[in-house]
């Protein structure tokens, strides 16, 4: 199984801050990464998919980077509507795995 | 609109069976993969399985196999999971997802509300 590992597990930042969260795989995925973020007792909404294309209404601080092993995701300009969790996973292989998460909190 | 929604999630004893649906509306049921993904109580997501548009293949998760399995009914644009021998680790949040499939690559991009399953004595 290949295995997501993200970094940070948490942060805080402040509104306005630029964020960037890292996922790295334990293999080679190509660009098979697709980025989510989730609010408390709400469902995941899909942010970015093939690593850097930007869902359909999703806000353009959003953007996401990489290839192969490494890839982030990056907030701009972080809005109070950002603090929530954010979880990357990859469709290269069966099973499809999720990394750990990270939740972004304000400072 | 998208919507999907789930129902079927309770208190169940270990050893037992429950079955989750999904009720599909606003868009063309048929002509997409789902999936199951699960979420235990403070932790992160995990795929549990998936189905094609025809409910001719099936994909499960390792912990899984065996013991649950998925399966649809195109015509009445709802998807299940039938879970037995359940364990205190499927104690999660359960999601029914649309799998969206562009090449190898597949995403969710709709996802459900999540019913609750809560295995326990």
């Known amino acids: 199984d290949i295995q997501m590992t993200q970094s940070p597990s948490s942060l805080s930042a402040s509104v306005g801050d630029r964020v960037t969260i890292t996922c790295r795989a334990s293999q080679s995925i190509s660009s098979y990464l697709n980025w989510y973020q989730q609010k408390p007792g709400k469902a995941p909404k899909l942010l970015i998919y093939?690593?850097?294309s930007l869902q359909s209404g999703v806000p353009s601080r959003f953007s996401g980077s990489g290839s192969g092993t490494d890839f982030t995701l990056s907030i701009s300009s972080l809005q109070p509507e950002d603090f929530a969790t954010y979880y990357c996973q990859q469709s290269d292989n069966t099973p499809l795995t999720f990394g750990g998460g990270t939740k972004v909190e304000i400072k | 609109e998208v919507q999907l929604v789930e129902s079927g999630g309770g208190l169940v004893q270990p050893g037992g069976s429950l079955r989750l649906s999904c009720a599909a509306s606003?868009?063309?049921?048929?002509?997409?993969?789902m999936s199951w993904v699960r979420q235990a109580p403070g932790k992160g997501l995990e795929w549990v399985a998936d189905i094609k548009e025809d409910g001719s293949e099936k994909y499960y998760v390792d912990s899984v196999k065996g013991r649950f399995t998925i399966s649809r009914d195109n015509a009445k644009s709802s998807l299940y999971l039938q879970m037995n021998s359940l364990r205190a680790e499927d104690t999660a949040v359960y999601y029914c997802?649309?799998?969206?499939?562009?090449?190898?690559?597949?995403?969710?991009?709709?996802w459900g509300q999540g019913t609750l399953v809560t295995v326990s004595s």
């Open positions: 606003g868009f063309t049921f048929s002509s997409y993969w």
């Open positions: 093939a690593a850097s």
């Open positions: 997802a649309r799998d969206h499939i562009d090449g190898v690559e597949t995403r969710f991009d709709y």
